[in-house]
């Protein structure tokens, strides 16, 4: 079996994550600072030393680095990086700050912009975050830091990582695929295809890491 690190789940399990993760190869070891969500691994995204160096053959992490500071997301995605196999690979999603930012030009500050299984999510959500889950005391929903699909690279890159493959989405979200070493074209190609949001019928990415 493969591993998948599936780190601030929240009330998220295996079965929500994309089919790729549902083959019959993955176990996943929940992670999250939040004892309330059941997580396998009681813990931060800043200190994993629980775990050690690559034992990972996956992590998993849906909008989870937004919220730590800006000057943590160096030390999260080293961390990331550290308890990779070498032929593992993160796949981090979090919020596409350009995207909301355009809505908020466009005057959407406030107004639902789609509905999530949270409820309905504003511009302010996806900056400050969910702020009816803040209001009702779990104030580890809150979002301390942004991103760009240029910024989220570069911190990969700075991480360590050699490859990394980034797509925006229709929903204000950014994906990223980080291998920890350059994998072979065939096997990004099929990990890229199962994992990333199709958009007008395509699946759009940019690389950033040596051919
Ligand atoms: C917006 S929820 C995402 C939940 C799930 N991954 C999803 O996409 O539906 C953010 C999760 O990150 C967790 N979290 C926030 N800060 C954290 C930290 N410093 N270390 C570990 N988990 C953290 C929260 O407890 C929460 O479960």
């Known amino acids: 079996m493969l591993n998948l690190l599936h780190v601030g789940c929240g009330g998220s399990r295996l079965k929500d994550l ?26 931060t995204l800043q200190d994993m030393s629980i775990l050690e160096d690559g034992v990972i053959d996956g992590v998993y992490s849906s909008h989870n680095i937004e919220h730590v500071w800006a000057y943590e997301v160096p030390g999260v995605l080293a961390e990331f990086h550290r308890v990779l196999k070498s032929n593992g ?24 912009l789609y509905v999530s299984p949270a409820g309905p999510i504003a511009a302010l959500d996806i900056m400050y975050g969910h702020q009816s889950s803040i209001q009702q005391g779990n104030e580890f ?66 690389v950033f890491g040596a051919a």
């Open 18 to 43: 994309p089919g790729f993760f549902n083959d019959g190869q993955w176990a996943e070891i929940r992670y999250d600072i939040n004892p309330d969500v059941a997580p396998d691994i009681i813990g």
């Open 89 to 112: 690979f993160a796949v981090v999603l979090c919020p596409d700050m350009l995207a909301v930012c355009e809505a908020v030009v466009a005057g959407d500050l406030e107004k639902p």
């Open 141 to 206: 929903m809150a979002h301390k830091t942004g991103f760009t699909s240029s910024s989220l690279a570069g911190y990969l890159m700075k991480a360590g990582f050699e490859k990394v493959v980034v797509a925006r989405d229709q929903i204000y979200g950014l994906h990223a695929i980080a291998f920890k070493t350059s994998p072979e074209q065939q096997r990004m190609d099929a990990v890229v295809s199962q994992l990333m949001p199709v958009v007008n019928g395509e699946v759009s990415v940019q």
